[in-house]
Structures are given as structure tokens and as C-alpha cells.
């Protein structure tokens, strides 16, 4: 199992086979506390795909239900077109064993045709450009019954199984596993536009999206029925946006009931100036207490979730807040506030790490986080899945960077609307899905769906780089101690952090787009093998030195040289995938015609292939 690490704040340590040897030290980073929660790996498990977006996860006794705009999904490791499978737009797969199950509905809604301008057609619906017609029938949001026995499904379509669910339906899912569970009777007429958010309790299901008609009655944004039979209830707050496809994005429930959460692109609630985040009563629809108001008018909520005590979300800033909250759910006062850069669209809590779906490009301002890696940079990066301390005082920037790309323009149904990757993520067991309209994972092809988990690390580091060899001069050697150092440390010259007028390293980045990340093999972290070239002399100097190597899911590197096959310097030193530095090791008295290897490791044992150059 993955362990639980001492964070980051480890010192420098070597240990020489042979007193021959010397280096000079410099002090490792000591920038996370000591007791670090600990990540699931980096390391993607097995997991069946779709061929289209994944907007919307939910979970019942491990059965894990998606939710989107996509017609077929595919086994894992299957190319598109390969093994598929029909699933309309919901798809349900067992966690324990990651197989498809029988459950199976078809989402449909109308076919419109583009208007002269072409202006009202909504980019996140599937568009035939060619028959300049479009169709709305995604499924974006699904939310459990408190009793476990149905989910609720809400989004763009009209019919399920050519029955009239328009925007929303329920079906049971008792026997999930062994047969196609199935839709019930529940029903809510006139809903005149798209449903994006649900919040359910034992006898009401709370909605919120961007209608503004629901059972021929005004509702905007928000609306309530009952949980059995669909009639509409008089809650009403009416929230009001300043854009067609704004409204009200999340929802949740308090922990005690005594309250619904929401997060959207509104300006006023209940005839309230509120933007972005607001607390309802559930029974009236008026406001109530929520002390921070910590959303500028450019940013929006985008996802919402809580555990006994907290309620957290992510939000899209437009050059604004894009980062992650923490607050008290019953005061709204901010117990943590990241203002990372790069819109933040899904949100998930495990054991005490919250987990994070965006394309962070600068979290320079939170702790553990790192600078702007987009905006004026040779090679734009950005970091689409973070791990962050959830329930300390402040948050911090967690060492854990698997990544994926943020769709395909090869792929029609990923680039619309915007090409942002992860979209949702839920929690099931120990286990942390993830969906959107990615159609990479770590560099290797898996699309819109993927899973990690706390199971064993495999994924090794990456190469030491930009590979260099020096002969020490006669000066340079004259220059040297006297005297071996009785304990040799590796001496290091970091690179300087970029900022938005440096261009950073060209070592490959984990996250580059359009730059490709470093092609794994079979693990999170590619298996690329350490170079390292030297030269010696008969009198014996050699300096041995190599641009440092990063490892997805853990800070610690240890460099193990050899010479002549026998183990004899080690570094150890903390590094981070955006602060590539050198390193170099000295043998004091090495022996004409002497072969080098140098290796890297990560705390689990995984260890790249060694690379060997004769001297």
C-alpha cells in the first residue's frame, strides 16, 4: 500500500561505498509539514472509456454511474471504434472489478436546425455541421436518494426510453448489478430549459440550471419537487444570471438538512444582490446567513461538495478567483481560500485531501504550489488534477501531478465548449474517479474516464536530462580538498522558478500542451532511463553531473551512481516537476577507463533503467 509519507522536509543524505569520493551540499526544501495526508497514486487503474464527455458522476454500493454527452463507451486500452458498446448518455460500472454493467437508457431530445446567424446554437450540444442541425440531450448532473434506492438525473434531454422525462427523471437501482434498473414514474412537466445541478433529500429534489419555467409555473434557476411523484413545490427563490447559459451550477445539501448550498453564475438570489454563492433555507427559498463573499463579479462556482463539517468548492474567474474554498457550512465564514490560477470545475474529498480538476497554470500564492507556467512561456503547462490539504488552516499544494490533456480538436465531441479536461470526479471507497473530455492520461490514450486509488506506486521517475561530461583540469583539481569529505553530499545548482516573462526549462513537463508530456510506459511516470557520461583521468577526477529528475506522485529522488558496476555515491534530494536543477557527484580518485551508471529512484523502489558510459 501507499504509505503515508513525512511530507517533503527531508534533508540531503548520501552514503559512499568508498571514502574516494566528495561533493558539496546544499540544503533540500523544507516546504510541507510533517505530517502530509496521504495521496491515492498517480498511477491510473484500469477503466473502461466513452466516446464522448463525461459531465457527471455519482455512486451507490460501488456502483459508479456517469453521466454525459457520449453513445458508446469501450473497453479499457480499446481505440475509438474498437469493442464499443451502446450507452446513451449514462453508463454504469462496477468499482469493485471496473466492468459495465446492464444499466442502460437512451436520452433523446429534439433535432434543431441553425438559425440564419447561426447564434443561438449552444456549443456543449451535439452539432452536425455539416446537416447545419443540432441536438440537446446530455445528462450533467446526477445526485443519489438519501436512501440509496434511486438516483435522480437531470440535464438537456426530453425523452429517456421515448418516454416524456423532460430535464429530469429517477430510476432504481437495487439490482444495479444484474439487471438495466428501471426508470420510474416520477415525472415534472414544463421544465423549458437545461437542468445543470440537483441537491435531494428524503422528500424533495432541489434543482437549479438556467429555466425559467417549470409546470407552467415562473421558476428561475431554481425550482423544487417532490421526490415521489414530480409536482412542483412553491420554493422559488429565482435566481438571476447575467448570461443565457449561467444559472446555477452546484448544489448541496448541509450536513444537518438545514440548509442548500449553491454555486452558479448569478447575481441575486431571492431578491438579494448575492453573486456566486449563497445559502437557501429549504422550506422557504430565502437567503440565510453566509458571512464571506469571497467571489469577484468575474468568477462563478463550479462545483460544490461537502464532508461532516465543511463545505468546499471550485470556481472559473475569467482571469479572476479560479481556485478552491473551503467554509463552514452553516456560518459561510472561509476556513481557506487557494487562489490558484486555472478555471476549477470539479471538486472530491478523501481522507482529509481535497482533489481538484482544472488547468491550474501559477498556484504561486498557495503553499507547495507552483509559478505561472502558461501566459508568456515557451511551452504552456498546466496541471489539471491537484491534491491539497483539506482540513488544516491553510491549505497546501500536495505532491501528486497525474495529468491529462484538455480534449482533442480530432475528437468533435471533446473540444465543445471549452477544452478543459477533468469535468467531475467522485469518491468511491478508496477510490477517486475522474471524467471530462480528456483523451489522454498520463500521455497514453484512455478517454473521458479514469480512476486512481491508494494500491501500490509503479510508476517510476523520470530521466535526469540535458547530460553533460567535464574533465577536471589540473587547476581544478590542485583546487580540490586535501582530503576526501568524510561524508560527501551532491552539489546542486537549482534553476531559477519561471515567471510569465522567462521561458522555463526545456526539459519535458508533465503537463505541456501543446507540448506532449513524457511518454510513460505502463505506470503514471514514465520508465525513461538516467543518462550520465564522464570522463576520467589516470590521476583520478571525475565530475558526473545531470539535469535532475521529478516523479509524478512522490517529492523524494535518490540518484544511486555506480562505477564499474559497484555501488558508489548516492544523492538524495526533494524535487518538483516545474524546478528542474543540476546535480553533480564527484569521484576523487577514480580509475583511468572506469564505467559510470546512474540511476533514480523514488521512496517506493521504483527505479529507472541504468544508463552506462565507459570512460
Excluded at 87 to 109: C, I, Q, V
Excluded at 603 to 609: A, C, F, L, R
Aim: aromatic share 8%.
Amino acid at each position: 500500500m501507499r504509505r503515508i509519507r513525512n511530507a517533503f522536509a527531508l534533508t540531503l543524505a548520501l552514503a559512499l561505498a568508498i571514502p574516494t569520493t566528495s561533493a558539496q551540499a546544499a540544503p533540500a526544501e523544507t516546504n510541507q509539514a510533517a505530517a502530509a495526508p496521504a495521496t491515492v497514486t498517480a498511477d491510473p487503474m484500469s477503466t473502461w472509456q466513452t466516446n464522448g464527455i463525461v459531465w457527471t458522476m455519482e455512486t451507490i454500493d460501488n456502483v459508479v454511474y456517469i453521466g454525459g454527452n457520449f453513445t458508446k463507451v469501450r473497453p479499457p486500452g480499446a481505440k475509438k471504434g474498437e469493442n464499443e458498446v451502446d450507452r446513451k448518455n449514462l453508463a454504469a460500472f462496477d468499482a469493485n472489478t471496473g466492468e459495465l454493467l446492464p444499466f442502460s437508457h437512451n436520452f433523446t431530445a429534439p433535432v434543431y436546425v441553425f438559425d440564419a446567424d447561426n447564434d443561438k446554437v449552444d456549443p456543449s450540444c451535439t452539432i452536425d455541421w455539416d446537416a447545419e442541425t443540432y441536438t440537446c440531450d446530455t445528462v450533467y448532473e446526477i445526485r443519489r436518494s438519501p436512501d440509496n434506492q434511486r438516483i435522480v438525473v437531470g440535464g438537456d434531454f426530453v425523452w429517456v426510453d421515448g418516454k416524456d422525462r423532460r430535464k429530469l427523471a429517477t430510476f432504481t437501482v437495487a439490482n444495479a448489478r444484474t439487471a438495466n434498473a428501471g426508470l420510474t414514474s416520477f415525472r415534472v412537466t414544463g421544465t423549458d430549459r437545461r437542468v445543470r445541478s440537483l441537491a435531494v433529500t428524503d422528500s424533495t429534489i432541489y434543482f437549479g440550471g438556467i429555466f425559467a419555467n417549470v409546470a407552467g409555473q415562473p421558476r428561475s434557476q431554481l425550482a423544487a419537487v417532490d421526490a415521489t411523484s414530480g409536482a412542483l413545490k412553491p420554493w422559488a427563490p429565482n435566481a438571476q444570471g447575467r448570461t443565457a447559459n449561467g444559472g446555477v451550477l452546484a448544489m448541496v445539501v448541509a450536513p444537518d438538512k438545514s440548509r442548500i448550498i449553491i454555486g452558479g453564475e448569478f447575481d441575486k438570489v431571492a431578491g438579494r444582490n448575492i453573486h456566486g454563492l449563497a445559502a437557501l433555507d429549504p422550506n422557504t427559498g430565502e437567503t440565510t446567513r453566509w458571512d464571506s463573499a469571497v467571489i469577484p463579479s468575474a468568477s462563478y462556482v463550479t462545483d460544490l461538495v461537502v464532508d461532516q463539517d465543511t463545505v468546499y468548492g471550485g470556481a472559473d474567474g475569467r482571469a479572476t478567483f479560479d481556485g478552491r474554498f473551503a467554509a463552514d457550512p452553516y456560518t459561510g465564514k472561509m476556513r481557506w481560500v487557494d487562489n490558484c490560477a486555472g478555471a476549477t470545475w470539479s471538486v472530491a474529498i478523501l481522507r482529509d485531501v481535497l482533489y481538484s480538476g482544472s488547468h491550474a497554470h501559477n498556484c504561486s500564492s498557495t503553499p507547495g504550489g507552483f509559478p505561472e507556467t502558461n501566459y508568456g512561456q515557451e511551452n504552456p503547462q498546466w496541471y489539471r488534477l491537484l491534491a491539497q490539504k483539506a482540513r488544516e488552516p491553510e491549505t497546501e499544494i500536495l505532491h501528486w501531478f497525474p495529468n491529462t490533456n484538455g480534449g482533442d480538436f480530432s475528437v468533435p465531441a471533446t473540444h465543445t465548449p471549452a477544452r478543459l479536461g477533468p469535468r467531475c470526479m467522485v469518491v468511491v471507497g478508496d477510490q477517486l474517479w475522474v471524467g471530462g473530455q480528456f483523451t489522454t492520461v498520463n500521455n497514453k490514450q484512455q478517454q473521458s474516464l479514469t480512476r486512481f486509488t491508494f494500491g501500490a506506486d509503479t510508476g517510476a521517475p523520470t530521466a535526469p536530462s540535458e547530460v553533460k561530461a567535464e574533465v577536471l583540469s589540473a587547476a581544478q583539481r590542485n583546487a580540490a580538498p586535501s582530503s576526501p569529505a568524510p561524508s560527501p553530499s551532491p552539489e546542486i545548482t537549482p534553476s531559477p522558478q519561471p515567471t510569465p516573462s522567462q521561458s522555463p526549462s526545456p526539459r519535458p513537463s508533465p503537463s505541456a500542451e501543446p507540448s506532449p508530456t513524457p511518454s510513460p510506459s505502463g505506470s503514471s511516470s514514465p520508465r525513461i532511463v538516467p543518462q550520465a557520461y564522464t570522463e576520467t583521468t589516470a590521476t583520478g577526477r571525475v565530475r558526473i553531473k545531470w539535469t535532475s529528475s521529478y516523479d509524478l506522485d512522490d517529492a523524494v529522488i535518490t540518484y544511486r551512481i555506480y562505477r564499474n558496476g559497484e555501488h558508489v555515491g548516492t544523492v538524495e534530494r526533494t524535487e518538483k516537476p516545474w524546478a528542474p536543477g543540476s546535480v553533480e557527484w564527484i569521484d576523487e580518485a577514480a580509475p583511468s577507463g572506469a564505467t559510470y551508471t546512474v540511476s533514480a529512484s523514488d521512496p517506493d523502489g521504483n527505479t529507472s533503467k541504468r544508463i552506462t558510459a565507459t570512460t
